[in-house]
């Protein structure tokens, strides 16, 4: 047995956005938009409490994850999901539609 906390990052489409999740509770999340299979990252969030714990990586991480999965491109307006594609370049380079905005 573990008292690792469970972490989990899920879609919720129907919010518009990619969820982290602390054993059940929402920790944290990344809104985007989709056009044409194009997903827009437009702001990432982890709540004050879960500051700390590199939930805004593993958000970002795995929320890209899912757009590849997809077959989807991204486009990082997001100021943390376009700071996390830059420092793992060119592991994302060929997920973004746009090179992010310099």
């Known amino acids: 047995m573990t008292d690792e906390p469970q972490v989990t990052v899920a ?4 919010k518009s956005r990619f969820e982290v ?3 059940g509770t929402l920790a ?3 809104a985007y938009e989709v056009d044409s299979g194009t997903v827009t990252f437009v702001h ?22 899912m757009v590849r999965a997809a077959g989807g491109t991204v486009v990082p307006e997001c100021s943390y999901i376009r700071a996390y594609v830059r ?7 060929d997920l973004l539609r746009d090179d992010p905005e310099e």
Do not use: C
């Open 87 to 93: 420092k793992h370049a060119p592991e994302y380079d």
């Open 44 to 65: 990432t969030r982890v709540f004050e409490e879960y500051e700390g714990q590199g939930l805004a990586g593993r958000l970002a991480k795995e929320s890209l994850a």
């Open 28 to 30: 944290g999340f990344a």
């Open 21 to 23: 999740s602390i054993d």
């Open 11 to 14: 879609d919720n489409p129907e």
